[in-house]
RNA sequence: GCCCUGGUGGCGAAAUUGGUAAACGUUGCGGUCUCAGAAGCCGUUGGGAAUAUCCCUUGGGAGUUCGAGUCUCCCCCAGGGCACCA
């Protein structure tokens, strides 16, 4: 009888809807187990089989750790609000909902074709009202907490509103419990406090809110009519689209995810996730020390405010640099040089980031006719303006010192500024020397010390003398939350005589209004600003922008505890009993994104007390990108005797295929696309025409260049796993994907090998089988056979447990082939063997198991015991390991040569003699021999 | 520039703690079955040689060890992250 995938797969798929196989309820006596994937964005593109490779492997976890007495949790939803389905609604009018929800049942079907054992009862979407109605619950908490330093928690705004009745606001005195925001804030007493107008008011808790609305540098894109997070654009240009980014200053609604850098960066440390990811958000975050320090004008009170990280070469300050941004630049420049700095400043400005960055070697910058006083040596020091200097770190002004600093030195060199070496260890006539290593020289009081205890001793003595003091700088900006856009969760907040106010909790969800358009409105407000029938409209004005993509996948793992709930985002009850996420799958490209963000919301819910844990993902794994496989075609032509090159196809257009001897040739698009050349290499279009008339073209005269990129619509190297499906199987599919190679690695697709992986399970299906019949005997299995057995159980356990699914399928093709050479076909050997495959091929494995004879679903069997005395190899071709552990270890203080080593073959007795490790003697185990040394 | 991850046959890759390097699959070659193809099945496939045997081989070089793909140091290469971050 044949494999019959199709009918086999269909089969139990309709069997698992129509039983609900995988349902679970949120309460069970059995340890719970918690498996994620990240859900998708479902594009227009549909699922590729890049795709499922995450999902497999979650799967086989899900799957192993039921057989295992888990109780499991593996749910799948969508992250359907985005920028693609809007441009896509932009340009044909359609309704992003429309579309959206077009794309999801494509998704559906192709994930259901493929055996995942999702509970579908707990799907979420992030567009449903139902869903973002808790999405913008989250935000009002947000927007009512501001986050208490002293304790490093959010605490509700009432608590700030309270101090401020009481003690007002003293910037250096209250520093400690709201962290440094002098800078912003002006100082109040009680009294003023109460005196203070309602929006007077508002206007000061904005600069203390998790989630506000402030004046902000962001990043508009003019392009895509939005501005954009920092993790969303790459090199200047936004990650969707590749359009050019600038930077402006404008009202904005932003998550003060800063408030949380400390915390973000110190739990990354309990955290089972890929060191890569750690380091990402490590720099990302970009922790750095150092201390403030002011410089007072020689001729006003005004102090210039900087950041370093190197007070220790305070001595070698040769000039002041402030960023062409920086408020003091038009205070402090001197009226001979106010045209000319007023002049760079524009021209700095309106240099893009791009430019800036391009532009790295070609510092500018210009003399403001001021100058600051040396703290310490009293010297005047001249102030420039430099677009070295970023507006939106640390101060945005710098102490430069160019010996040791090579920004500065660059600088230095262009306008002949002093170089004054501070630090010993380098030629500060070639080049700077920035390393924190040698002995501070010229520096008063820090003459001799190292670097390392020059910075503390230094910090010291600026505190000593109210100059400043020692603070740790955080690179990570907040997080822009406002888009011009609108298919995303409006953002429930409407403007009462010009005071952002919060929607009552008890009118949400805000729904996402009818617009006729989506364009921006002939105003340049946002899409929503079209909408018709607004709660407040008329009466007040209302929010136009909607949220980021990322706000909705902040906090989804927790809804899939309790998808159903109206009265809360999540039960107490479900999130204690399911508390966070246990494995969590995904791709790495979220790194500084989603991962970030979804550990934000996370530790705020916590500091809320409505959920019990403060990272949303112990374990972390990130599968790698399965590329597309590109080819470059040329064709070689002879055309009057003169041997000619063409490339087939156009760059940019490249073919899919294998670089292989069976290349699909016919599949080469030629040059305008209206070639093509059959299998036998002749061109073969009834088109053939033109410039190609005359050639003859053959197949081996086309040179194939091959290049992996990764897999996308516009690359035209898509690869879907609807047809693999269709042709192999997906069980076949499931266990090829996990085949291919370490799941975390990037591998190029190809269809090599998969025959391999549907010939196992070929050979594996026809085991049960006898002329044409089901057939196992009931026999009892032989010593060998039961070591195959529990061998390769005990082996796929370990194996599933450190992630390593390729040598899974490895362990059952190995098996298969000894017991088909062993013509074995023993129910208490094959049974085994089926539950071990159901988390791999889970089709096959329940038809088999039914066969077997039992009732209930393969998935309520349990993971097979294994017997450790069937482990043990009498033949002693490896080092043995019996009962757990044994080891053998040479002592190095024998001193014995080789040649001194006496050397046996050990009986299979006197080995397990020794292997009871009860004789004392030492022995050095060497594959096929075991060496016997004689103390 | 700084940080992270990796580098093993024609290819994808194994080698879990330092213990037979290349398991498993694919490709190639040879055979079998077939009218033929597909699918099976059998043999063979890192390199070199005096080929029942021996030697060499895990990016390069050194070191530790009875023993190194694995540990240490230096270098080279590839992929990813951050980047005038003071």
Redesign the pocket.
Known sequence: MEYNFRDIEKKWQAAWRERKTYQVENTSPKPKYYVLDMFPYPSGAGLHVGHPLGYIASDIVARYKRLSGFHVLHPMGYDAFGLPAEQYAIQTGQHPAKTTEENINRYREQLDKMGFSFDWDREVRTSDPDYYKWTQWIFLQLFKSWYNHKAKKAEPIETLVKVFETEGFNGDEHEVLTGDIEQYVQQFTPAQWSAFSEKEKSNVLMNFRLAYLGEAWVNWCPALGTVLANDEVKEGVSERGGYPVERKQMPQWSMRITAYAERLLDDLNELDWP??IK??QR??I?H?E?CSLKFRMEDSTIDIEV????PDTIFGVSYMAL?PEHDLVEIITKQDYKKTVAEYVKYAKARSERE??A??KN?TGQFTGAYVIHPFSGEKIPVWVG????AG??T?A?MAVPAH?S?DYTFAKQYNLPILEVITGGDVSKESYDAKEGKCINSQFLDGLEVKDAIKRAIAEIENRGLGKGKV?Y?LRDAAFGRQRYWGEPIPIYYKDGVPTPLPEEELPLVLPEIDKFQPTETGDPPLGRAKDWKYKGQYDYELTTMPGWAGSSWYFLRYMDPHNEKEFVSKEAAEYWKNVDLYMGG?EH??GHLLYVRFWTKFLYDCFFIPVNEPAQKLINQGMIQGLSMIATVKVVHEGNEEKYLLVPPGEKVNGTFQ?NYPVDAVKFLDGKYFIDEKGAAATREREAIFRNYFLSADRIELTPIVEKMSKSKYNVVTPDNICDDYGADTLRLYEM????LE???PWSM??I?????FL??FWRMFFRIEKFFVSEEMPDEQELKILHRTIK?IK?DIERY?F??CV?SF??AT?ELMELKSSKRAVLEPLVIALSPFAPHIAEELWEKLGHKESVTTAAWPLVNEEYLVDDTF???V?VNG?V?F??T?SL????AEIEERVLSTEEAKKWLDGKTPVKV?????RIVNIVV
């Not at 025959?755 to 010939?759: D, L, W, Y």
């Not at 050095?924 to 096929?928: D, S």
């Open positions: 060191e890569s380091e990402t720099n990302w970009g750095s150092g950041f370093t990280t190197r960023a800036r960055m532009d790295v510092v677009d070295y200097v970023l770190y640390g945005g710098v600093d920004r700088n690179r790495a790194a500084t001897k085949f291919l190679g370490p690695q990037h591998k090599n090998g025959t391999g992986v549907f010939g070929k050979r082996k370990e390593s390729n040598t490895s093709m190995i082939n071709d490896y080092p390991q552990k080891r270890t040479y190095a001193h014995l040569k080789p050095i185990v060497v594959p096929k």
